[in-house]
């Protein structure tokens, strides 16, 4: 593994409340990226991190937000839980602009119901 | 909308057998190559990545990059029950460090 945990790495959490996951590397790498997984769907990226306090939205970024406080963490919240977030998330890193590769994190299986 | 196509399979093989795996994707000046091996359950890992035309080999393992044609491919060669997995290729599009996935191939080696 490339350094990477992410926490929890299972939930179960009720339609309405709030949820946050973590993703923790220890690789120093400028780029984090959280994606979730569904059946039919891929691997569909929800939102970016290109440095500290530097994010942006992906392809599916409604009902989440993110923070980057410091060059390691990156958080990841649903604002108000649906039961269509119900989904698998990942915790990506990549490292300079002439290093594309991203390595992946384990994985969050959250549940909302 | 740039995009990454993957048969979605499965591809079943029996095992010693060679697998190939394919991917078209529709940008055209796409600059990076990535192949990536999930198991169920696990996250994806990534095992090949190529940057050039032609052909790159690590072990088993040989990823086929033909911009031209805008494919990449994947050849495991002697496959074994234990590459049994979904094989994800991602696409990085000119101008930007963001791949696009696609959904992947599921490949099935049987004894």
């Known amino acids: 593994d490339a350094g990477i945990t992410q926490s929890p790495r299972h939930k179960v959490t009720e339609t309405g409340t709030p949820v946050t996951l973590r993703c923790h590397q220890t690789e120093n790498h400028r780029y984090m990226y959280w994606y979730r997984q569904d059946p039919g769907h891929g691997l569909r990226l929800i939102h970016y991190s290109y440095g500290v306090k530097d994010t942006d939205k992906g392809e599916v970024s409604d009902g989440y937000s993110v923070s980057r406080s410091k060059t390691e963490d990156f958080l990841l919240t649903l604002e108000s839980a649906t039961s269509s977030q119900t989904s698998v998330y990942f915790c990506?890193?990549?490292?300079?602009?002439?290093?594309?590769?991203?390595?992946f994190g384990p994985g969050t299986r959250l549940t909302v119901t | 909308q740039k995009e990454v196509e993957q048969n979605s399979g499965p591809l079943s093989v029996p095992e010693g057998a060679i697998a190939s795996l394919n991917c078209t994707y529709s940008?055209?000046?796409?600059?990076?190559f990535f192949w990536y091996r999930q198991y169920s359950g696990k996250s994806p890992e990534l095992i090949m990545f190529i940057y050039s035309n032609g052909d790159k080999e690590d072990g088993r393992f040989t990823a086929q990059l033909n911009k031209a044609s805008q494919y990449v491919s994947l050849l495991i060669r002697d496959s074994q029950p234990s590459d049994s997995a979904t094989y994800l290729c991602a696409v990085r599009p000119g101008g930007s460090y963001i791949p696009t996935f696609g959904r992947g191939t599921s490949l099935i080696v049987h004894p």
């Open positions: 990506a890193i990549s490292g300079t602009e002439s290093s594309y590769e991203q390595y």
């Open positions: 940008d055209r000046g796409s600059q990076s």
